[in-house]
């Protein structure tokens, strides 16, 4: 399709894809705490342990881009 691999296509998907996913994440993630009254502290626990999957996938494909993969 357009002059690309099935291959390309499925990649683009999915760094595109599962980016956006994950900047929506984020702003869930911010709403839940304002909506909790979270407060500085309650806030930023909330993104370190609802984000550590969402980094384990950023980190997988900057580690990749970094090797030449």
Do not use: H
């Amino acid at each position: 399709m357009f002059g690309y691999s099935e291959e390309q296509l499925a990649q683009f998907g999915l760094t595109v894809g599962v980016g956006a996913f994950i900047l929506y994440m984020f702003f869930i993630i911010g709403q839940l705490a304002r909506e909790a009254k979270a407060g500085r502290f309650g806030t930023f626990v909330l993104f370190l342990v609802l984000s550590v999957g969402m980094l384990g996938f950023v980190a997988k494909n900057v580690i990749a881009w970094v090797m030449g993969l």
